[in-house]
């Protein structure tokens, strides 16, 4: 383990909004390739913690370092730049251009080459953007206008914009939320294949167990602010606080997981 | 001491109007999010109903009688604007909501001088409060300090009316979740329709009460509106609280800012709201609105540069419309290159608007800043032609990088209203700047050099640069910038995850903008022969609008059609009707309720359509879902 390089070190993350302590010194790493679920209840502190570390929310005290670089208080489009793509709860793309126009737009920001006004963008990075939308699976939407797309198809997409940085760290915000079931295992699949693949690793919050468990290599699990258990799926599963915080008592996941493995 | 203790208070008696008529529009923005751009014609129309009132009713009854009546009338005008007209937009984009209020402004603006005629009407004085109180030395008005008195009572009335009754509790709600109350079974239409009698009875009182202090007249409309769009981006848009603080603030600064700066006391104002937008961006008292979701267009129609033979097509029509001058007059080519002029400018509100999705409603304001731009290059310095048309709208290029900065830290109606504030601030340095600028006398004798000096050559001239402003712009609109700018538009929240400074590229595309408008403005001051404060009024602007809009907002180039068909159709009015303001705020008023798409928004729908019917049957994209990832 100790060969791989952590990806993401998060040391005493800490924030509190007037008197209550949304979060409180939370610390945890991730490796490149590994696959990181960050669960709870409600109100546990998972956005809060997820938006510092993306920089929408600047933390009260505590550090965060992407591959050893600071990333503490910085702007999402600076930690952007550093090699961390995101995806967002409610998928966030832009509605009135092309699928490949979305993932070009994303291309040219990555190529820095923003504040040209001579070229036509159409031809730029082309080729990249439709190499990205293919290992999405959304070679074939290329052309179309991405407002016309159904959600699943745009969830895809964002990804696909999340990729063009080439990021070493993908930060997913309840990634399957709002989606038909058949498409959660997909857009999952997909997901845990690209950062095997690319060996990017991956953050995610999220309320579906089943995806949580089949997919996540190792599981945290914030409650009140404070983490309360972190390990692998397995540990966490037989963790009596968790389960009377968050899981509740049951053999379902269990019975799933099994059943997933032997497939 | 005594003489700025005097000043205070006339500070703090003005501060009563203001705020009457700034929170009346917090509370409508607050309930239906429409910023009712009409507040200021509700506020005169209050002015003018109250003097024929007080007029014909006598004694201390009839005078405090009329004004309340006054008030009340007007407020029933505002419920049956807000039955036919608002109701019908409520679920349009803000734009159009702005626009169609903007239309009713002009409209009551011709109305009440063909009813009240054009001269300035002086009132009664208010029985009771005529005279004056010695202030070691100096005298205080009677009537200001009841009106100083006013303005906490009616704070005071207003807190008790949101805390106390079933009413203000369902208002309350309705400000932070529409939605919801509708769930609750609360009858939405009359709320809302009670939430804008309220509001423009706090105007119209607002109008009503400035008789004994102030004449009477058909500009006081925009000139308080412009002063409560200051407020309630001091204060915060759709707080009580903010607009009484900012009301106060902006009256005194107005009051002592002529002490410090008599031509330009308007500056200190603009300075202090500069501060607060950079400190707390929503104001003093407002709250971060959530960023909209929304998207502003219509439809998803993406954007493609011209194919060939759409290509040659333009060039097809340029020709013709450079083979005028062998078959036309004198008239038909200066009105021509009106024609080309207003293209330029259209095209470049278009960029902003449509590409950036940034309304300004005071572009005028860098069109003016070129025409002053070369107007003062060659009268002051004596340069060449050339050299002005070039220089001329760096001018422009420097106001709207200045204004821009602040304009672009905001969206939306926020943006809109400091637009416009900051055109009013450009007019009245124009206006009261006279040595610079010759104030109203305007700046006389620019004309051009022999080469472009006849009729024909001028056409050419406007026409080339015309050409070259749209292909340029269309270049850009295209190029990653464009896109850049695009996604800012779209998604300013994707748009910073994928490392696009919002801000920065707004603020760029606002300077080019500004020039391109500095350019047109630069162009108008040659062919007219002069300038004047009103090449940068609100009325410049409005056109601006219209153009952009009858040629469809959510087209890539629909401005230069908008700005031919618009600018023809409003000479020829103007040559016909006295009442061209009635005329077109009616006209603004049908395109936003009936035709919103534009005349080229409406023609490429209808081409979409058209293509998709015939080629929906072959496709498989619409038939077969993908194949799964895996």
Redesign the interface.
């Known amino acids: 383990m100790s060969v791989v390089p952590t990806l993401l070190s998060v040391e005493g993350l800490t924030k509190s909004y007037g008197g209550v302590h949304a979060v409180r010194g939370v610390s945890f790493e991730l490796r490149a390739g590994e696959i990181l679920a960050l669960i709870g209840p409600n109100g546990a502190g998972k956005s809060t913690c997820f938006d510092m570390l993306n920089g929408q929310n600047i933390p009260d005290s505590g550090r965060i370092r992407v591959l050893g670089a600071e990333t503490t208080g910085k702007k999402p489009r600076v930690i952007w730049r550093m090699g961390v793509g995101r995806t967002f709860q409610i998928a966030a793309t832009f509605p009135t251009m092309t699928v490949r126009e979305n993932v070009q737009v994303a291309l040219v920001s990555h190529g820095a080459r923003l504040f040209n006004m001579w070229a036509s963008t159409a031809r730029q990075a082309r080729d990249e953007a439709g190499r990205l939308l293919d290992l999405v699976g959304m070679g074939a939407y290329a052309e179309r206008p991405c407002g016309e797309l159904a959600y699943g198809d745009v969830k895809r997409l964002e990804l696909a914009i999340a990729l063009a940085n080439q990021p070493k760290l993908l930060l997913m915000d309840e990634p399957t939320a709002g989606m038909a079931p058949r498409e959660r295992v997909e857009l999952m699949r997909l997901t845990a294949r690209i950062a095997r693949e690319q060996s990017i690793g991956v953050l995610f919050t999220e309320h579906d167990m089943d995806v949580v468990f089949e997919h996540a290599d190792r599981i945290l699990v914030l409650n009140r602010g404070t983490l309360i258990a972190e390990g692998s799926p397995e540990e966490v599963r037989g963790n009596a606080q968790v389960r009377a915080i968050y899981l509740g008592e049951g053999l379902l996941y269990d019975a799933r997981h099994r059943e997933g493995a032997s497939a | 001491m005594a003489f700025y203790v005097v000043q205070f208070l006339t500070g703090l008696a003005s501060a009563a109007s203001l705020f009457l008529v700034a929170s009346g529009l917090s509370i409508i923005f607050g309930v239906t999010r429409i910023v009712n751009f009409a507040h200021g014609a509700f506020y005169m129309l209050g002015a003018y109903v109250a003097f024929t009132l007080t007029e014909r009713f006598s004694g201390a009854f009839g005078f405090w009688g009329g004004i309340v009546i006054a008030a009340l009338v007007v407020a029933v005008i505002g419920v049956l604007v807000e039955m036919v007209l608002l109701r019908r937009i409520y679920h349009s984009p803000e734009l159009f909501q702005l626009l169609a209020t903007f239309g009713l402004t002009l409209m009551v603006e011709d109305l009440v001088v063909l009813i009240w005629g054009p001269d300035d009407l002086v009132g009664r004085r208010a029985p009771g409060f005529k005279g004056a109180i010695d202030f070691f030395g100096q005298n205080i008005p009677s009537y200001d300090l009841f009106l100083i008195a006013l303005g906490p009572v009616v704070l005071g009335v207003l807190w008790l009316l949101f805390q106390r009754t079933r009413w203000g509790v369902l208002v309350r709600a309705a400000t932070q979740d529409r939605d919801m109350v509708a769930a609750l079974g609360v009858n939405q239409k009359w709320l809302f329709t009670s939430v804008f009698a309220l509001g423009v009875f706090l105007a119209a009182l607002g109008g009503a009460l400035q008789i004994p202090r102030d004449a009477v007249n058909h500009a006081m409309d925009l000139r308080v509106i412009v002063e409560v769009f200051v407020v309630v981006v001091i204060g915060g848009l759709g707080s009580i609280i903010g607009a009484f603080v900012a009301a106060v603030l902006v009256s005194e600064l107005n009051a002592f800012g002529i002490l410090i700066f008599p031509k330009i006391s308007i500056i200190l104002v603009f300075l202090v709201m500069a501060v607060v937008l950079i400190v707390r961006p929503w104001g003093l008292f407002g709250k971060p609105e959530a960023p909209a ?1 929304r ?1 502003p ?1 219509l439809t ?4 493609r ?1 011209l194919t060939t033979n759409e290509r040659l097509a333009a060039i097809a029509v340029l020709v013709v419309a450079a083979a005028l001058p062998f078959v036309a007059g004198n008239y038909v080519l200066t009105v021509g290159s009106e024609i080309a002029i207003f293209v330029i400018f259209a095209v470049s509100l278009h960029f902003l608007m449509s590409v950036g999705g940034l309304a300004s409603f005071g572009h005028a304001a860098y069109f003016g800043l070129g025409a002053y731009g070369v107007a003062l290059l060659s009268k002051m310095a004596g340069l060449p032609m050339i050299a002005c048309l070039l220089l001329g709208p760096l001018l422009g290029l420097l106001g709207a990088a200045v204004f821009g900065f602040f304009a672009v830290q905001l969206s939306g109606v926020y943006f809109a209203m400091l637009t416009l504030a900051f055109a009013q601030i450009v007019w009245s340095i124009a206006f009261q700047w006279v040595s610079v600028t010759g104030g109203d006398n305007g700046i006389l004798g620019v004309w051009p050099e022999k080469w472009a000096a006849s009729p024909s050559h001028f056409y050419w001239l406007s026409l080339g640069i015309a050409a070259l402003a749209v292909v340029i712009l269309r ?2 609109v ?7 700018l ?2 800012t538009r ?2 300013p ?2 748009g ?6 919002g801000k920065r ?1 707004q603020w ?1 595309a606002f300077v080019i903008a500004g020039t391109v408008a500095g350019l047109a403005g630069a162009l108008f001051a040659y062919l007219k022969g002069s300038v004047f404060p009103d090449n940068m009024g609100i009325s410049l602007s409005v056109d601006a609008l219209v153009m952009v809009l009858l040629g469809g907002v959510e087209t890539v180039s629909g401005a230069v059609v908008g700005a031919i068909v618009y600018k023809a159709l409003n000479i020829w009015l103007v040559s016909q009707t006295d009442l061209s303001k009635l005329v077109l705020g009616g006209f603004v008023v049908l395109i936003v309720v009936a035709f919103p798409k534009g005349i080229v928004g409406t023609l490429e729908a209808f081409m979409h359509r058209r293509r998709k019917s015939s080629s929906s049957a072959s496709s498989p ?1 619409l038939t077969s879902r ?5």
């Open positions: 979701r998207t267009g998803v129609n993406p954007w540069p270049i850009i295209f190029s990653p910038f464009g896109f850049a695009r996604a779209d998604s929240l994707r910073e995850a994928i490392g696009i400074n590229i760029t994209l993908i194949e799964s990832a895996e």
